[in-house]
């Protein structure tokens, strides 16, 4: 249900919704000024992920209690939250709080689900809320109501701040690495800067502008810990893996390993991918593989593209201080973490 809303064959619908938040969150940038990274961009994305995933009416609707409540949410994703989630601390006692009124938010109101795929013959695109509303088991059956809120809440989770953190990466690295950055400019300007369609842009494939995204989560993966429950017991190593135990990787230390990355330390664009399938694991692997890395990236270049048509960057301080922070299990950069931009001629 949830791999169905961001199938490949959505992503039209909502690369429009997209490209109407970034310009217009662009419409409001000077000709030179100074930015908190981090903190911009999880607003940028707050707004183009309810609006995608949540629909118009609820994207109207935004407001910063909204976000206060998932980075309450956020705040309760750590290591002994995985252990035992239904342990005692303040942290936890937050979340709880905040999960009520976060699903009464994601469009409780709404039942009348437009149905169909992505875009209808008038133009309108089809939420998320709208596809599990019409979604049903294999039995016919619906999902229940109560049901519902808490899928949009996980799946809104899941990709907010994973792809809020992984732009403000690529941002702190096209300021730190302006070797790439022309190259990235030109090919952006000759997809979005002739046509000014930012829709139109964030569909096509940009390929260095990808390349340089793929090597942002190389060295940046936003999860540094993957789980599998484990179905049937196996050896490793001369360790037995029970049935019911729970497996933890991490693509942090995977995406190090120098026999599958050479120097992997460093940040190279221009990085020969593994040969290995599982080697660079940013969005996990096989059969459970994250579903909404499509929409992740149709997110990245319609941000990207707006920015490099329009902006040079400068980091705020020195720029090797920016390193990888984890107040939760999801990776963001670490603070102060500053930008100054400034119009191009």
Sequence with gaps: ????A?????????????????????????????????????????????????????????????????????SAVSADAILDPYAAGEA???????????????????????????????????????????????????????QIPGMVVWIMFGGFHTSSNTAAWTLVELARNEEFVGDIVSEVNAIYGGTRDLEYASLREIPLLERFVVEVLHL???????????????????????????????????????EYFPDPERFDPTRVPSDNVFAYIPFSGGARKCVGNAFALLQLKSIFCALLSRYDFEIVGEPEAIVDSMPSLILRPSDPCRVKYRRRV
Excluded at 222 to 248: A, H, S
């Design 220 to 258: 940046h993966p936003p999860l540094c810990t993957l789980m599998r429950q484990v179905m049937q017991e196996f050896e490793y190593k001369g360790n037995t893996i029970p049935v019911g135990d729970t497996v933890l990787i991490s693509p942090f230390v995977s995406h190090r390993v120098p």
């Design 6 to 74: 961001l199938r490949a064959s959505k992503m039209r619908g909502y690369a429009g919704v997209i490209a109407k938040e970034v310009e217009d969150w662009i419409e409001d940038w000077s000709d030179e000024g100074e930015i908190d990274v981090v903190d911009e961009l999880q607003a940028l994305l707050l707004r183009t992920s309810t609006h995608c995933l949540m629909g118009t009416d609820f994207r109207n609707k935004l407001t910063e209690e909204f976000g206060s409540l998932y980075h309450d949410l956020e």
């Design 1 to 4: 249900m949830q791999a169905n």
């Design 92 to 146: 936890f006692e937050k979340r709880d709080r905040a999960r009520a009124p976060a699903g009464n938010r994601d469009g409780g109101d709404r039942r009348a689900p437009c149905g169909g795929g992505a875009v209808g013959g008038d133009g309108q695109y089809f939420d998320m809320l709208d596809t599990f509303m019409n979604a049903e088991y294999v039995d016919g059956s619906k999902l229940p109501d109560e």
